[in-house]
């Protein structure tokens, strides 16, 4: 079964920069088209950016475009969120999940229209004003 493990997460203050990465074990990762979620409290989890499976093609919601870029190392089975310019709004727990895998979701609509099967435990991220 997929296994997802999100590290990175942490105190920063506004302005400041952070990545963080997310591994993917116990399937091919190349197979899976992955994305990145958050949820600060008391608000609903939001899809925050995606990549397909191959890289090829990223998806990023409009409150995060321009400052947070999604990547990915197939070498290294992990995929990244850089996330430059952080605000105060921008605290919450970040999640990545990934779908079911197959090769499937490619294009920009289908990563925004994807299920996502597996989810990784979280980390937080604090932006002090």
């Known amino acids: 079964q997929v296994r997802l493990v999100e590290s990175g997460g942490g105190l920063v203050q506004a302005g400041d920069s952070l990545t963080l990465s997310c591994v993917l074990s116990g399937r091919t990762f190349s197979d899976y088209a992955i994305g990145w979620f958050r949820q600060a409290p008391g608000k609903e989890r939001e899809f925050v950016a995606g990549?397909?499976?191959?890289?090829?093609?990223?998806y990023s919601d409009f409150s995060v475009e321009g400052r947070f870029t999604i990547s990915r190392d197939d070498a290294k089975n992990t995929v990244y969120l850089r996330m430059n310019n952080l605000k105060p709004e921008d605290t919450a727990v970040y999640y990545c999940a990934a779908d079911n895998g197959g090769r499937v979701n490619y294009y920009v609509d289908s990563i925004r229209g994807a299920s996502w099967a597996s989810w990784g435990q979280g980390a937080q991220v604090t932006v002090s004003s």
């Open positions: 990549i397909s499976w191959n890289g090829a093609n990223t």
